[in-house]
């Protein structure tokens, strides 16, 4: 009988040792895969980090250029005024200098609405009905032939950038 409890108390030690070699097995386990986790986590980090401040650097520098090709517009316009200075220093009659400058106002302003509409700059048309997000009211006037509401003079043409507007018209309207 003692025989068999000391192969018994072998067993259960024997037992007891696999067991307790398991556990320090899967805890080893388990530590590496923390570790690995943990600096998986660590390079995400740093990898989100770097991609934030480079989002910022990349927003910062389209604010800071949001008005380039607005400015690359701008300059044939300038060109046009350059060309209509140089035109006035000629030795041409007074009238026929009018008549150049004239003609060339004409065009430089059509360029320059044109290069303000390509960027979503409109004028506010004349023949709208009154409205007070876009008009500016400065008078009112009885008119025979105008109904109640409508726009009779425009003292000052408005703005507006897509749906926005940039500048009320100062409009004369019908009682």
Same mark, same amino acid.
């Given at each position: 009988m003692a025989n068999e409890n000391n192969k018994e108390d072998?067993?259960?030690?024997?037992?007891? *040792?696999?067991?307790?070699?398991?556990?320090?097995?899967?805890? #080893?386990? !388990? +530590?590496?895969?923390l570790k690995?986790?943990?600096d998986k986590y660590a390079r995400v980090h740093a990898d989100f980090d770097n991609i934030k401040k480079r989002l910022e650097?990349?927003?910062?520098?389209?604010?800071?250029?949001?008005? *380039?090709?607005?400015?690359?517009?701008?300059?044939?316009?300038? #060109?046009? !005024? +350059?060309?209509?200075l140089k035109s006035a220093e000629t030795d041409a009659t007074p009238e026929k200098l009018i008549e150049k400058l004239k003609e060339g106002i004409e065009l430089t302003l059509k360029q320059f609405m044109t290069?303000?509409?390509?960027?979503?700059?409109k004028m506010v048309s004349h023949d709208e009905p009154f409205d007070p997000n876009i008009h500016n009211a400065i008078q009112s006037v009885d008119h025979p032939e105008i109904e109640s509401g409508q726009i009779?003079?425009?003292?000052?043409?408005g703005y507006k950038y897509k749906e926005r507007p940039l500048r009320e018209a100062m409009v004369v309207v019908a009682n």
């Open positions: 072998e067993n259960i030690v024997e037992n007891d *040792e696999r067991e307790s070699e398991a556990v320090e097995n899967e805890f #080893d386990l !388990l +530590q590496n895969e690995e986790l943990k650097r990349e927003k910062y520098t389209a604010v800071e250029y949001a008005n *380039e090709k607005f400015a690359k517009d701008m300059i044939p316009v300038v #060109d046009s !005024l +350059q060309m209509a290069a303000l509409e390509k960027h979503g700059v009779v003079e425009t003292f000052q043409t």
